[in-house]
């Protein structure tokens, strides 16, 4: 029966976002089909960072490093040659540079465990900030807009609606590649890293490799969703580097649930839809915020997917 519900949740789901730019034309709400892609990519950015926190035990607070590397990337290049407009060659390349920025810096905070982790990912991720605010060629601290966005053979980008269902078939992909990750003797692994890194040591498995190559795979995923954002505000800015962007997706992943596939949607959608609702009654929205996110970590700890999950 739970096996069932679950999967009528998800062809629900899958449903309502699949006609989602037809029934917002129907209403008049075109709006929402932009809106439901900005969701989506911080849906991805946060399952990015549930990969490290939720599976592997490790609390990043320089996360937004990579999605502001990502971004930067579509931005320099709409400068520096504005001939790149494919997305098939600028989203890949926005890809590879920040996992190979994560490799270089994860080399160096995974040498370090707890708050000290979380301490240096958020120093690197400010020296990061400082550097692009810098870089006046390409806007400094004001931002860098974009003349239009990237193309995709056969398909209208510039429109929402197509732009918002090559936002939702990227982030299905990369979800189910989450899921095959979790399931595999790698997410195995990292889940017994995170339980007890020491035990796993002393079983013969070379830990730092396993969490390098978890902390690479995250920031690959977070700078393609930096690499998204990009096209879907056609700005980028050193902004998305801080650590309150950091913080914003740390609070998605609790709110979602630690550690489950469905956490980072789930939190985005809270997080966005809150946002969305209660700016329309107050300026102070994020006090309600923080007196829910209180309640979910004492009456729900695996937060709002882990309602919908299966009990142990």
Same mark, same amino acid.
């Not at 709006?31 to 900005?38: G, I, L, M």
């Not at 599976?55 to 400068?79: C, E, K, N, P, T």
């Not at 550690?259 to 839809?273: K, M």
């Given at each position: 029966m739970n096996h069932l519900r679950r999967h009528g949740w998800l062809l629900a789901t899958l449903a309502v976002a699949l006609s989602l730019p037809q029934l917002a034309a129907l209403c008049g709400q075109d709006f929402y089909v932009s #809106?439901? =892609?900005?969701?989506?990519?911080?849906?991805?950015?946060? =399952?990015?960072?549930?990969?490290?926190v939720g599976m592997g035990g490790m609390v990043s607070l320089g996360h937004a490093a990579y999605f502001g590397a990502g971004a930067y990337v579509v931005g320099i290049l709409s400068v520096e040659a504005p001939g790149w407009s494919s997305a098939l060659l600028v989203w890949p390349l926005a890809v590879a540079l920040s996992a190979l920025l994560a490799v270089v810096i994860g080399a160096v905070c995974l040498r370090t465990r707890g708050v000290y982790f979380i301490m240096i990912t958020l120093a690197f991720a400010q020296m990061l900030f400082y550097i692009f605010t810098s870089l006046t060629p390409y806007g400094g601290d004001d931002g860098l807009s974009l003349a239009k966005r990237l193309t995709l053979p056969g398909l209208a980008m510039a429109g929402d609606a197509t732009f918002y269902y090559v936002v939702?078939?990227? /982030?299905?992909?990369?979800?189910?590649?989450?899921?095959?990750?979790?399931?595999?003797?790698?997410?195995? @692994?990292? &889940?017994?890293?995170?339980?007890?890194?020491?035990?796993?040591? =002393?079983?013969?498995?070379? $830990? #730092? !490799? /396993?969490?390098? @190559?978890?902390? %690479? %795979? *995250?920031? +690959?995923? +977070?700078?393609?969703?930096? &690499?998204?954002? *990009?096209?879907?505000? *056609?700005?980028?800015?050193?902004n998305m580097m801080s650590w309150?962007?950091?913080?914003?997706?740390?609070?998605?992943?609790?709110?979602?649930?630690?550690? =489950?596939?469905?956490?980072?949607?789930?939190? +985005?959608?809270?997080?966005?839809?809150?946002?969305?609702?209660? $700016?329309? #009654?107050? $300026?102070?929205?994020?006090?309600?915020?923080?007196?829910?996110?209180?309640? @979910?970590? /004492?009456?729900?700890? !695996?937060? %709002?997917?882990?309602?919908?999950?299966?009990?142990?």
């Amino acid at each position: 029966m739970n096996h069932l519900r679950r999967h009528g949740w998800l062809l629900a789901t899958l449903a309502v976002a699949l006609s989602l730019p037809q029934l917002a034309a129907l209403c008049g709400q075109d709006f929402y089909v932009s #809106f439901a =892609s900005r969701l989506l990519i911080w849906a991805l950015l946060a =399952s990015s960072l549930n990969l490290l926190v939720g599976m592997g035990g490790m609390v990043s607070l320089g996360h937004a490093a990579y999605f502001g590397a990502g971004a930067y990337v579509v931005g320099i290049l709409s400068v520096e040659a504005p001939g790149w407009s494919s997305a098939l060659l600028v989203w890949p390349l926005a890809v590879a540079l920040s996992a190979l920025l994560a490799v270089v810096i994860g080399a160096v905070c995974l040498r370090t465990r707890g708050v000290y982790f979380i301490m240096i990912t958020l120093a690197f991720a400010q020296m990061l900030f400082y550097i692009f605010t810098s870089l006046t060629p390409y806007g400094g601290d004001d931002g860098l807009s974009l003349a239009k966005r990237l193309t995709l053979p056969g398909l209208a980008m510039a429109g929402d609606a197509t732009f918002y269902y090559v936002v939702l078939a990227i /982030f299905a992909a990369c979800l189910t590649a989450l899921g095959r990750l979790q399931a595999s003797r790698f997410g195995r @692994v990292l &889940a017994g890293i995170k339980d007890n890194e020491e035990r796993m040591e =002393s079983l013969g498995y070379a $830990t #730092f !490799r /396993f969490k390098l @190559v978890a902390y %690479i %795979i *995250a920031g +690959a995923l +977070a700078g393609l969703a930096g &690499a998204l954002m *990009a096209n879907q505000n *056609a700005f980028v800015s050193p902004n998305m580097m801080s650590w309150n962007e950091s913080g914003i997706a740390l609070v998605m992943v609790i709110l979602g649930g630690l550690g =489950s596939l469905w956490g980072g949607l789930a939190g +985005a959608a809270a997080f966005l839809v809150l946002e969305e609702v209660l $700016t329309g #009654f107050t $300026t102070h929205w994020q006090i309600v915020l923080g007196l829910i996110l209180l309640a @979910v970590v /004492f009456f729900a700890p !695996r937060g %709002i997917a882990g309602l919908f999950a299966k009990q142990p």
